[in-house]
């Protein structure tokens, strides 16, 4: 059976480019050094959920149409429209988000992508002050100070520890495994003794402890590659770090703030800064100054929480104090796996990360006006093309119900919520996997994505679907400017 | 002379329509003013498409062109953006960057108005007699160059970030404000009768917040300088009740004041032992 090897995982941020494939009569049977959800993707994208045939809505029914007639249907739809949204591209390839920008601007339409609801306040505090940042090989190689603010990387990124932080072995810096696994092996032998000597001489039951204080695992200052994590609740990476400060549910601000003022060595006010004592903060703040190389980063727990954009500016601005006293970079822990290809490619075109609008007849940005959700909010669309994307699922109540009473297209090889809704629907090639292409990494590294296996027949990649829709709009387009 | 808009039908569509404001209306007739241009979606169009525009001569004598606007325009954006003189009166909603980078005359709005109310004013004097959105007189997206001159009057409730990055200039809120209330501020007043939500004053540098009701919390960057017993808002208006002083924002080596009411926020109290 061929094994490919190398080939690059479609799932999160982190893009493992590790990953072996064992195909066998064109479909994938076994997945090698992958995470969870990548096998589940590797293995269950050719699912019963997926669409095989186009399929446009006829008298509130979903048929099967042909893929040009499809493709006709959706070019009419956007050519008529006076205010079509653009939503999606996160899950696809840089090139047919470029071809889906170009489309945007030949119909006047606003143009967004899922950071919208997941990293855009990020993107906004970055314009504001600035980042200072670096590739995920150097903190392996050299970072000896690891945060995690807002994420849960064990979850989220199950292999961003063990590849790119803690647990990698860099050329500088040595893996934190052993210790993490000594670690434990105590900690549950702690724990055995202690549920022991309560049954056997306190006979008491056992108790969960649910307090807010944060809990020293191991002394902050010692040597070697150090880990924390801040976070509302004590989650699996919680459980591995080195320090753990469990913060106030939407008090990130005040908490970063408070470290940012402790690293200019002023004294605070108070005694406890979001349920932290201040002498916590300062034993962090210690540690932060006191590291070689430091970096923090951040999910969202901090960009969608409280103070949302204002954290993150907090965040760097924090970063930005530090690097007065040490190397310090901070990245966002990006969720799709080319999100940051879809920033980085509608900036290259238009000058700005997400949520454009081409109404005007030139590129303006100004989230909170032109970011779908708000869009939709006021009911302003009159239609819309999702591509690779279910924004009906994640998006607010009402924005999801203006969405599904829009003339609807959508681009996506499964039968999600919003393909559901849609007047026309067009299946596409799962990118990474039936189709190749670039995404980009969450420290901004471009890195090519492998077609291992043939799309059903029939089916296109986004990219080809995207140009068939654009050159549809050209003609008709041209036929009006005839008549 | 008076200028009456009338819209045609119910604005569904976003709208930019920069030309509504006095100074392009000045010495036009209505035929010339409904051939201005506007934008509704994607489509350009002229403003007599969408609204109908009647001359009133008024007996005034001063040369100054009053526009007044009847019926909901929550979808037009940049409603008098830039002017310089003259009025602009609007019995309804007001949409997004209302009064833009103004640099004189009034506006006044009877109903609600959304965002950027007053983004980057420079001068004259923005009423609004219902509510405002998010980002009172901030600056748009990346911009740093907040309000630095002109007044803003709000007598409900608004949003997030009212008058970030302002420079000059002075906000009255006589409702409540949102987070973040003079978010990095240069200088200028914020004045909130009613209660203010968490972070007030955030990064402030320079400036003063007087917030007369109850604040859910002082960032922990801020320290107390004293109790005031009164602290003056603008020429003739005086609030006459003790006031916490905190300067901030630490973290930005900031000086700037935030008078808290005392009796409105027994929470604060514990702050009186440093004193």
Sequence with gaps: ?483 | MMVNLYPLKELKLPIVAECINPDIFQGKKPAEIEKLEVWEGNKQKKLGELFKAEIAETEDASENTVVVIHGDISRVKRIGAGMKNGEIIIKGDAGMHLGEEMKGGKIAVYGNVLGWAGSMMKGGTIEIHGNAGDYLGAPYRGSTEGMKGGKIIVHGNVGREAGAHMHKGIVKIYGCAGQFAGFRMHGGTIYVQKDCEARTGACMVEGTIVVSGRIESVMPSFTIEGVKKKVKIEEGEVVETPFYLFLGDLTENGRGKLYVAKDKNPHLSHYEKYL
């Excluded at chain 1, 480019?17 to 479909?27: H, M, V, Y």
């Excluded at chain 1, 006709?72 to 591209?89: F, H, K, Q, T």
């Excluded at chain 1, 007047?423 to 890195?447: C, K, Q």
């Design chain 1, 1 to 483: 059976m061929p094994v490919v090897k190398a080939v690059t995982c479609p799932v999160c941020g982190s893009l493992c480019d590790d990953i072996e494939l064992t195909i066998e009569n064109g479909r994938i049977v076994k997945v090698k050094n992958g995470c969870a959800m990548c096998e589940a993707k590797f293995l269950g994208y050719c699912c019963e959920h997926r669409v095989l045939k186009p399929m446009i809505r006829k008298d509130g029914e979903l048929v099967k149409t042909s893929l040009k007639e499809a493709i006709r249907r959706a070019a009419e739809i956007l050519a008529e429209a006076n205010y079509p949204v653009l939503y999606g591209w996160s899950n696809t390839s840089c090139e047919a988000t470029s071809v889906g920008i170009e489309l945007a601007e030949e119909v006047g339409g606003v143009i967004d992508n899922t950071s919208v609801v997941c990293h855009g306040p990020s993107i906004l505090s970055i314009q504001d002050v600035g980042i200072p940042s670096c590739t995920l090989g150097q903190i392996r190689h050299r970072a000896d100070l690891i945060v995690y603010w807002g994420s849960n990387p064990w979850s989220a990124h199950p292999r961003h520890i063990e590849r790119y932080t803690s647990f990698s072995e860099g050329r500088f810096e040595k893996s934190a495994w052993r210790g993490y696994v000594t670690k434990i092996k105590a900690l549950v032998g702690r724990k055995k003794i202690q549920s022991a000597i309560k049954r056997l001489v306190l006979k008491k039951p056992s108790q969960i402890s649910t307090h807010l204080e944060p809990t020293f695992v191991s002394p902050i200052m010692r040597k070697g590659r150090k880990l924390i994590v801040i976070d509302v609740r004590r989650t699996k990476t919680a459980e591995m770090a080195d320090f753990f400060v469990q913060v106030e549910p939407n008090k990130d601000y005040e908490l970063l703030q408070a470290f940012r003022a402790l690293i200019r060595d002023q004294e605070l006010a108070v005694d406890k800064v979001a349920g932290v004592p201040v002498e916590y903060l300062e034993d962090v703040a210690d540690a932060m100054v006191s590291c070689d190389f430091g970096a923090l980063f951040f999910g969202l727990g901090l960009t969608m929480s409280g103070a949302k954009l204002r954290n993150i500016d907090a965040a760097l601005s924090l970063v930005r104090d530090l690097n007065m006293r040490t190397k310090f970079i901070i990245m966002p822990m990006r969720g799709h796996f080319n999100v940051t290809g879809a920033n980085t490619v509608s900036t290259w075109q238009t000058g700005y990360p997400y949520a454009v609008d081409f109404s005007l007849g030139y590129p303006r940005y100004n989230p909170g006006e032109t970011s779908v959700v708000d869009v939709l909010l006021r009911k302003e669309s009159d239609a819309a093309l999702i591509v690779a994307s279910d924004p009906v699922s994640n998006f607010p109540h009402k924005a999801a119900e203006h969405l599904a009473e829009n003339p609807l297209i959508v681009i996506d090889p499964h039968m999600n919520v919003t393909a559901q809704m849609a007047d026309v629907l067009i299946p596409s090639a799962f990118v990474g996997i039936e189709a190749a292409g670039t995404a980009y990494r969450m420290d901004h590294v471009p890195i090519p994505l492998k077609k291992v296996v043939n799309p059903p027949r029939g089916i296109l990649p986004d990219e080809e679907i995207l140009r068939r829709i654009l050159a549809e709009i050209r003609k008709i387009k041209k036929k009006q400017e005839a008549a």
